[in-house]
């Protein structure tokens, strides 16, 4: 009894019979539970349409569950408001396969804007982004802007700015989708050393070396639903 | 204060990359301040005419030579227990005579003329002043009745009416169409306003999801769209009262020759100047508001 109690506080994502419906004939997950714990390495994977990117969606509120109850530690976010949906981001780093950063801004000015928008004052920021930088080896690429850089050092500053906020919850969908064997394994390595320090990773990947040198956690969607979910696993579809 | 700083900076930004945009905003808004300045003058200057004309207006009541004067001061009585006249004064026929030789003292014939009648052919005048000029019909009506029909000889306010009528007609139409103007400027603004916002955010969807997913709370993604509005308010309510007042340095002199009263449109800006100009803004900066709440409506989702 106790150690089922302590395995609920320690989880970090909590799904619960998730589904969304978005008509009869497009249902992006169906039935989905999953709990993930705090500290852990997970891949996602899937072909494409398996819901893999709906799952994130729901993870940071921009879309809503029509069925179902998430949980981020213990903060049920199934009906959250407006208000907190903020709050809830800043916990949950995001990391894409385009890098989505912003054309008209250094690499420091880059990874200053998600602390800017959410109201830091500027004496940290001028304290936390030269740190950030560090974390993923740019300390030198600061005032570079980000057509200046190669694929793997954009990104490395999509992930400074990610741990920004100091999230518990790292969400990279399929950060190495544009990148070669070298500089995949270096943003796999940084993930590693992330997920080292405590912060859960979630990781959204085609890339079946990946996964397979990660073994690590592999939860395995098709169709919405989760067909398989291996501890150490390997990637299989 | 550092939030605002930074959503202030960033309307800065948005405003400067829309810059064509953006002008164009102001520059409507100036059109429509400038025609609704236009109404409210023409309104003042209105109302300061027909001021001055009320002041000149008044009825005469001439009496026949023959009328007596128990008779013209029973008249005089009676029309002061009128509530809405304000001032009566009569002069009796001798008044008249010597009024009458005063302004033709250098008009031998005039004055030989009346040598020659040797009798005062004029009779007592009765100036009759109201509070409204369209109080006069009531008096004269109150007059035209067969009982003084003897008595009174004439009596004299039509041209003042028509005068009054002719300007309020005048002036109504010209508010009709400045209103007409403003609306019609007001529309524009509108969907300008809504234009350039709804472009503004078009441009920065790649920054605005990516304050999204950084966890930006409403008022970063949102608060630059206020800000513009209130940019684009003040300064096209500043632009406009630097016109305004280089327009009145140009009337006013034109204005002091119709009306020698010493009225001056600048003095009336001056002396009204939270007033007139605190009205314009807020209509304006709720105008752009509304506008922009409406523009973030449809295409931002926080």
């Known amino acids: 009894m106790f150690i089922l109690f302590y395995d609920i506080m320690l989880f970090m994502i909590t799904i619960e019979g998730v589904s969304k419906i978005y008509s009869t004939s497009s249902v992006a997950l169906r039935d989905v539970s999953l709990h993930i714990k705090a500290g852990e390495f997970v891949s996602v994977i899937g072909q494409s349409g398996s819901g ?11 879309e809503n569950a029509t069925k179902g109850k998430i949980k981020i530690g213990d903060w049920e976010i199934t009906d959250i408001k407006a208000n907190e949906i903020p709050f809830l981001r800043r916990q949950i780093g995001m990391i894409f396969q385009d890098y989505k950063l912003l054309p008209q801004k250094t690499v420091f000015e880059n990874v200053a804007f998600a602390l800017e928008v959410s109201g830091e004052r500027n004496k940290r920021i001028t304290h936390v982004v030269p740190q950030l930088l560090e974390i993923v080896g740019l300390s030198d690429r600061g005032n570079r802007y980000p057509y200046q850089l190669s694929g793997g050092e954009q990104q ?46 979630l990781l959204l990947t085609h890339n079946r070396e990946v996964v397979n040198t990660l073994r690590r956690r592999v939860i395995t969607l098709h169709g919405g639903q989760v067909v398989l979910d291996q501890e150490a696993g390997k990637y299989i579809l | 204060m550092i939030s605002f700083e930074r959503v202030a900076k960033f309307a800065f930004q948005d405003i400067v990359r829309n810059f064509g945009l953006s002008f164009m905003t102001v520059l409507i808004l100036i059109l429509m301040l400038l025609s609704v300045n236009t109404l409210w003058s023409v309104k003042v200057i209105t109302n300061e005419a027909i001021g001055l004309i009320k002041e000149q207006v008044n009825v005469s009541i001439y009496f026949a030579a023959n009328a007596g004067d128990k008779n013209v001061s029973e008249i005089e009585k009676y029309v002061r227990a009128f509530p809405e006249v304000i001032n009566v004064q009569t002069q009796s026929a001798e008044e008249v005579l010597n009024s009458f030789k005063q302004r033709h003292a250098l008009s031998k014939d005039v004055l030989g003329a009346l040598d020659e009648l040797n009798t005062n052919p004029f009779g007592p005048t009765m100036v009759i002043k109201t509070r409204e000029p369209q109080d006069y019909k009531k008096i004269i009506q109150a007059l035209s009745v067969p009982e003084y029909k003897d008595i009174i000889e004439a009596k004299s306010f039509d041209e003042h009416e028509s005068a009054i009528e002719r300007i309020q007609t005048m002036t109504n139409r010209t508010e009709s169409v400045v209103a007409g103007l403003v609306l019609l400027f007001a529309a524009i603004s509108f969907l300008i306003v809504f234009n350039t916002v709804r472009t503004a955010i078009h441009t920065q969807k790649t920054e605005i999801s990516i304050k999204r997913l950084v966890g930006a709370s409403s008022w970063f993604i949102r608060g630059p769209y206020w800000v513009e509005s209130l940019i684009f308010s003040v300064v096209s309510l500043s632009a406009t009262i630097a016109i305004i007042y280089t327009t009145l340095r140009f009337i006013d002199p034109y204005l002091s020759v119709v009306f020698p009263s010493g009225f001056s449109l600048t003095n009336y800006y001056n002396s009204h100047i939270l007033y007139v100009f605190g009205i314009q803004f807020l209509s304006v900066l709720v105008l752009t508001v509304i506008s922009s709440s409406l523009a973030m409506r449809r295409q931002l989702k926080v």
Do not use: C
């Not at chain 1, 518990?168 to 989708?177: F, Q, R, S």
């Not at chain 1, 940084?190 to 320090?197: A, R, S």
């Open chain 1, 52 to 62: 893999k990117t709906t799952l994130t969606k729901l993870l940071i509120a921009e």
């Open chain 1, 156 to 201: 490395r500053v999509a992930i400074a700015r990610s741990l920004a906020h100091r999230p518990k919850i790292i969400v990279a969908d399929e950060p190495t989708g544009n990148l070669d064997t070298i500089n995949t394994e270096e943003i796999i390595q940084i993930l590693k050393k992330i997920n080292e320090f405590g912060t859960t990773i």
